[in-house]
């Protein structure tokens, strides 16, 4: 079954007799949908989404806990680098060692909220 691209209404083609559909096209502003297939159901979407998502599978996945330390770490540099401050005033202020400062902005670690929120508080925030 394909679309008439010029009515919008469903019309029946024969196939090569491969059990290959035919080639389908969308009008623009319709969203993906669901199609079947030989009582089989797919999803029509963009090629755009299609490659993104084939990409997203070949890459490893990322441990969540791991992902959640290197953003707090990211996030805490950052913050630290727009107030012009060193690890050393931010460690001091925060009253915690510089090298814990530097292991939670490398992504080590596993700070409490309570140092989180001291090391904040340091930054000003």
């Keep these: 079954m394909s679309s008439s691209a010029s009515s919008g209404k469903p019309s029946s083609s024969k196939g090569s007799g491969t059990g290959m559909a035919s080639t389908t096209s969308v009008e623009a502003g319709e969203h993906p949908g669901r199609l079947r297939v030989g009582g089989r159901d797919y999803v029509v979407l963009p090629v755009t989404v299609y490659r993104r998502l084939s990409r997203l599978a070949r ?8 992902y959640a330390r290197e953003s707090i770490g990211r996030e805490i540099a950052r913050r630290r680098r727009a107030a012009h401050l060193s690890q050393a005033a931010v460690a001091a202020r925060a009253n915690i060692r510089v090298e814990t400062l530097s292991r ?15 090391i904040l508080r340091a930054l000003g925030g």
Excluded at 59 to 66: K, S
Excluded at 104 to 118: I, S, W
Aim: aromatic share 0%; hydrophobic share 25%.
């Design 59 to 66: 890459e490893p996945h990322r441990d969540a806990v791991a």
């Design 104 to 118: 939670l902005e490398n992504g080590h670690g596993n700070p409490t909220t309570k140092t989180v929120r001291a």
